[in-house]
């Protein structure tokens, strides 16, 4: 169940760090605070002067938006997506320097580099 909530918190900032420039200052600045600065409901509810649930709320609400940006513009997907393809192409790239440079998977390696540079432009 730990894992769950871990795997969730890393999901989230993602999430917050490819769209949390769309968030307003105050969903910001309680976001960083939260995770960021490591700091508890309560801390954040006195900082803001807002009760514990209207932070907790807060939270629970940017985290819907964050997915439904996420469900409508797939960048996080897109970028692990990207980052999937890297490692494959690092693999190769390893296994190539174990043989000759005549190795027909240089061609496959240069391939999937290039695809992953078309994207970024």
Partial sequence: MQDEGFEKRIRFGQL???YGGLLTE???K????YFYDDLS????AENTRTSRQAVYDLLRRVEQTLEKYESRLHLLHQDQERQFRLR???KLLEACRTSDSTDPRLGKVEGILKSIIDESR
């Fill in 88 to 90: 494959g192409a690092v």
């Fill in 26 to 28: 105050k969903q910001q």
């Fill in 30 to 33: 309680i976001m960083e605070e």
């Fill in 41 to 44: 409901l309560g801390e954040i």
């Fill in 16 to 18: 917050y760090a490819i």
